[in-house]
């Protein structure tokens, strides 16, 4: 049961998404600010409702998640995000980034689980990964 070692890292790594999204959202300078702004939110919201519903499935699955913001930091593959101006360039590509390694991410995890038969995890995961391939077009489009 490989995948659940890495629904925690998942987990964790949304954990600090919210933070990370949050400094963004709060942070971002330049003539898109409003775009910007408005966009961050909706990616941590959706980072929040996400956190909770892989926490909920490993609960289902008899599972342990993590709980705490130290543990969150022990084991997110995701660093904490430094600084405190940011364009809106460089928002953008902070964000391209976490939404590539958040989608290969969800991808091992949607494929480890199909190859043990846990359909429940197959299914969020292939949500995940359709959504963040969603919003990679959205970033890699506004960057162009
Ligand atoms: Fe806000």
Not at 32 to 60: G, N, P, R, S
Not at 71 to 76: C, H, K, R, S, T
Not at 89 to 97: A, K, N, P, Q, S
Request: hydrophobic share 40%; charged share 35%.
């Amino acid at each position: 049961m490989k995948h659940y070692e890495k629904l925690n890292e998942y987990l964790s790594n949304l954990a600090v998404l919210n933070a990370n999204l949050h400094n963004l959202h709060w942070n971002v300078v330049g003539n898109q600010f409003v775009q910007i702004h408005e966009y961050t939110e909706k990616l941590y919201d959706d980072v929040f409702e996400k956190f909770d519903a892989v926490a909920e499935i490993l609960k289902m699955k008899g599972e342990k998640p993590l709980t705490k913001l130290s543990e969150y930091l022990e084991n997110a593959s995701i660093k904490e995000l430094d600084g405190d101006r940011f364009s809106c360039r460089e928002v953008l590509e902070i964000i391209e980034g976490y939404l590539d390694d958040m989608r290969k991410l969800a991808t091992e995890i949607r494929n480890e689980a199909d190859e043990e038969g846990d359909f429940e995890v197959v299914m969020e995961f292939e949500e995940h990964v359709a959504g963040y391939s969603k919003e990679l077009w959205f970033v890699r489009s506004m960057l162009a």
